[in-house]
């Protein structure tokens, strides 16, 4: 059985590992549109943005590890078709046959829709890391466009340099990932407290100047949605991916904001697909085959926890060996040297409270929409109430939230105060 794995990112890389763990002793082919081998994305917004790093420091594994799996790799090779009836992968270097085939083709950095955004620098891969890390080298200030997780990890790796650093947001605050807005006070007050000037709510109307992403300074502004001009040497886009799809149309597979697929990654017989790329109904909900459309699905999870978690289960499906384990989403990130991590499902709507003994590890309950008035009688009179545990937030506590990321994944009440 001949597996292709379009993708050569962790989720890609991982799903080949998986399979040879899991006793798949056929051909493994690897299809990454890229020219460097595989490599670890949560780096480039660190250790290698910073320098601490140098670029192919951020392989996820040597050569010889590499050689040890027996795969084929097919590097800087990008698909451009799939034809499922003929088990059969387009690529600009000729046709691919396939037994299996596993999507993982990520997600591409999307820029601002404002005038000017060719002057931007976006991240996503590990050349647009080494761009950006030469293009600040001699910067003094730097502005980063966005108000996600990749947005305050360029703004922490910029001020620990001690460039004047301005996050420019968008309406609502700074957001955690699935965690939404419930962190967005928390998250400005660190960023100013480590001299970050934060506008959470003022939008980039334009980008103004003549360079275009060189390494020297000077010549740039943002203008802000009400007319402010933000001088910058370097400005920075951390303004959501866009999944990697194009390739996939006239396939027949459904495709909506990402690979429409059952609660096991498959999105056509022979045809799953994982990582950013994906979205993957819940578990139950929708079986095989994958949706219609992505109505009913849950939106995708840009996260390498979970590209890592869906690549095993896939692995373990494609060699036969039922899945069975029950896996709690965790995403983590590292903002001037605070380690925020969570784990578990979360509703924008629903507050955050501090668990009992721990105020920098917070919880949230389902049907948690009100305030602490609004909890039941049996949360009254034991510091708990009914409503199950969904999600846990840890605030730079990684043994608090390491016992209450136990307890969730096991179903027992978190107390809350």
Same mark, same amino acid.
């Given at each position: 059985m001949h597996v292709v794995v379009v993708g050569a990112s962790?989720?890609?890389l991982t799903v080949a590992e998986a399979l040879r763990a899991e006793g798949h002793s056929g051909p493994v082919t690897l299809v990454g549109d890229e020219p460097h081998v595989p490599y670890g994305r949560p780096p480039l917004s660190k250790q290698v943005l910073t320098g601490a790093w140098d670029a192919d420091?951020?392989?996820?594994?040597t050569a010889a590890e590499l050689d040890a799996l027996d795969l084929t790799i097919r590097s800087g090779v990008r698909a451009t078709g799939l034809e499922p009836s003929a088990h059969r992968l387009l690529t600009d270097a000729?046709?691919?046959?396939?037994?299996?085939?596993?999507?993982?083709t990520g997600a591409t950095a999307v820029r601002p829709a404002v005038p000017g955004a060719e002057r931007v620098h976006l991240l996503r891969t590990l050349d647009d890391a080494v761009r950006l890390r030469a293009a600040w080298t001699s910067a003094e200030r730097v502005v980063v466009i966005g108000s996600g997780v990749l947005a305050s990890e360029i703004a922490s790796a910029a001020r620990g340099s001690e460039r004047a650093v301005t996050m420019v947001g968008r309406r609502g605050g700074l957001s955690f990932g699935t965690v939404g807005l419930a962190l967005s006070d928390r998250l400005t007050a660190l960023?100013? =407290?480590?001299? /970050?000037t934060v506008e959470p709510n003022a939008g980039a109307r334009a980008v103004e100047g003549t360079r275009t992403g060189g390494t020297g300074r000077g010549g740039t502004a943002v203008v802000l949605g009400d007319g402010r001009r933000v001088p910058a040497d370097v400005v920075v886009a951390a303004t959501g991916g866009r999944p990697n799809t194009a390739w996939l149309a006239g396939s027949g597979l459904v495709v909506d904001d990402g690979v429409c697929c059952d609660a096991r990654g498959v999105a056509?017989?022979?045809?799953?697909?994982?990582?950013?790329?994906a979205r993957w109904a819940a578990p139950g909900v929708l079986p095989a085959p994958a949706p219609a459309s992505g109505t009913s699905l849950p939106p995708r999870v840009e996260h390498q926890?979970?590209?890592?978690?869906? =690549?095993?289960? /896939?692995?373990?499906?494609?060699?036969?060996?039922?899945?069975?384990t029950e896996r709690v989403p965790f995403f983590w990130s590292e903002v001037h040297g605070v380690l925020v991590q969570a784990a578990g499902t979360f509703d924008p709507a629903a507050p955050l409270e501090p668990w009992d003994d721990d105020p920098a590890v917070l919880v949230q309950r389902s049907g948690d929409h009100g305030g602490a008035g609004d909890h039941d009688s049996a949360g009254d009179r034991g510091g708990t109430n009914d409503h199950a545990t969904t999600g846990v937030v840890g605030w730079g506590a990684p043994r608090s939230f390491r016992r209450a990321r136990r307890l969730l994944a096991a179903g027992i009440p978190t107390p809350t105060r």
């Open positions: 962790v989720a890609g420091r951020a392989a996820l594994r000729g046709p691919i046959a396939y037994d299996v085939l596993v999507v993982a960023h100013r =407290a480590a001299g /970050v056509a017989p022979d045809v799953f697909a994982i990582g950013d790329v926890t979970n590209a890592i978690e869906q =690549a095993l289960s /896939v692995a373990a499906t494609i060699t036969g060996h039922d899945d069975q």
